[in-house]
């Protein structure tokens, strides 16, 4: 059954589309919303807790109707069960951890000994069993987080939404504590929806992913599948450290194709084949660069071998980024220092690449209607 049910909803703001009737369901685990600023994550995440109220469409949480335009049904959202954490977590100064936490418990007029049981183990759950008497302001931003979160889950929802709640964290806590998050997550075992710009973030966290773009939800699958066979083009640009280059299909055999690629001095790759692809068809590949091979030496792959010269090496401290130009075309490969997938001459110059066939998702470009 799925927790969250969401039917061709959409929101306008002026001329701009922020949703454009978007449809998905989720059943369990840790749901992502991810895109650049702009496409519609946070307003789809306000109209799900009733913060916003759509255009058109209709919501469902548990099976049970929670919006609908149409049927003119808007129920609140205190009356919506859910958990909700805010970007800058909205935690009330004036009062203790304890008070914030225990802020929504007192509102339902709970017997105060039940409040206080279900404080201390929602504190203790997020690792703050002591600071119950502490006010925000005497709290790091990652303690914030933790107490908005604990206000959260003591009411016990069955769907928590978050809102880049590690967003104004630095970024050394913040990539701890979206491991955190994850283990807390799963501990209390409750199902989230998480909104974030960060494709890193949202692969970390989450056991799905929505990516989204104007409105538009681009493509809902699992971060290997969005990572290793993206459904679009906007998908792949997004999504990690790759190249974007127009092909031609010149040959498909079985599961493979061969593409020419122009700006590769129209050298051929070896690739999989995509679905109801055929010869002749135009297509973009997208070549994860974080999985290409460099050497001085050419390689003795029998294909999928490109050769360019050295631009320019970038020295990040404990990563580097080779600049190689082929053809038109520049490739960026980041590398650590002991990488065993580089091994070029300090000297540079003359640069061999090998690409795996696995290293590169071939995208289909629409058949022209006669």
Excluded at 251 to 278: I, M, W, Y
Excluded at 314 to 328: A, F, K, M
Excluded at 338 to 356: T, W
Aim: proline share 5%.
């Amino acid at each position: 059954m799925a927790i969250l049910r969401v039917e061709r909803l959409s929101k306008t703001f002026k001329d701009v589309n922020a949703l454009d009737n978007v449809s998905f369901e989720f059943g369990k685990g840790v749901l992502s919303l991810l895109g650049p600023s702009g496409c519609g994550k946070t307003t789809l995440l306000r109209c799900i807790a009733g913060l916003e109220v759509p255009d058109a469409g209709s919501i469902y949480i548990d099976d049970k109707l929670q919006t609908s335009i149409s049927e003119a049904v808007l129920i609140p959202p205190y009356s919506r069960e859910l958990g909700f954490v805010f970007q800058n977590y909205a935690l009330w100064p004036h009062m203790t951890v304890y008070k914030n936490v225990a802020f929504g418990l007192k509102l339902r007029k709970l017997p105060e000994k039940e409040i206080r049981r279900k404080v201390e183990a929602a504190l203790d759950l997020v690792g703050l069993p002591n600071l119950g008497q502490r006010y925000p302001s005497q709290l790091s931003g990652g303690q914030q987080q933790r107490v908005a979160l604990a206000r959260s889950i003591v009411m016990e929802p069955r769907l928590i939404l978050l809102d880049e709640p590690l967003s104004n964290l630095d970024a050394k806590l913040r990539e701890e504590m979206r491991g955190e998050l994850k283990k807390l997550i799963r501990k209390v075992g409750i199902s989230a929806l998480y909104v974030t710009h960060d494709q890193e973030e949202a692969f970390v966290i989450s056991d799905s992913v929505i990516v989204m773009e104007r409105g538009n939800i681009l493509q809902y699958a699992t971060p290997d599948e969005i990572y290793n066979r993206p459904a679009d083009q906007f998908v792949a640009s997004f999504i990690g450290r790759s190249v974007l280059v127009d092909g031609k299909m010149l040959k498909v055999e079985g599961d493979r194709c061969q593409v020419t690629v122009p700006e590769f001095n129209h050298a051929t790759l070896v690739c999989h084949r995509p679905k109801n692809a055929s010869a002749g068809d135009a297509c973009k590949l997208v070549i994860r660069t974080g999985e290409v091979k460099l050497n001085s030496k050419k390689f003795d792959h029998p294909e999928n071998v490109l050769e360019g010269s050295m631009a320019s090496r970038d020295y990040r401290g404990g990563l580097t980024d080779h600049r190689i130009q082929v053809g038109s075309r520049e490739i960026v490969v980041t590398s650590h220092k002991l990488c065993p997938m580089i091994s070029i001459d300090d000297e540079g110059g003359k640069i061999f690449l090998y690409i795996d066939p696995s290293a590169i998702s071939v995208i289909a470009e629409p058949k022209k209607s006669a």
